[in-house]
């Protein structure tokens, strides 16, 4: 009857000593889930910055805008377009008259060709 008491006393211990390492590592790993929930909020905050930081730097306002300012762009004339009979038949778009506007772009092209052409002739 003794031998059958120690018996059952060390299963009780053994199973409280498991029963505390159970929970000891439970503990672990709720804490490491709030840790990496904490850094997929985190992560899923700062996608959703960026999304919204990307729509903003993306409108079309925005960029014509900048566009129009920057580079000294203009919108495209009816003019400046080539029909498609035209590159159909091989037709040189340079052949037709054009009656445009400059931007900035041709402008600073043009200006870079014209000193290309006078540094070659010297």
Known sequence: MRSLCLLAFGCLAGLLLFTYDLKFKTRQLE????????????ESDFLALMRAEDGYLSRPERIED?????????????????????????????????????????????????????????
């Open 31 to 42: 804490a490491r889930a709030q840790v990496l929930t904490g850094e997929l909020q985190a």
């Open 66 to 122: 900048m566009a129009r300012k920057e580079l000294k762009l203009e919108p495209i004339t009816p003019a400046q377009l080539v029909p498609w009979k035209a590159v159909l038949a091989g037709e040189d778009p340079a052949s037709q008259p054009q009656s445009y506007r400059k931007d900035g772009i041709a402008a600073l092209i043009e200006k870079a060709s014209a000193q290309a052409g006078a540094t070659a002739s010297q």
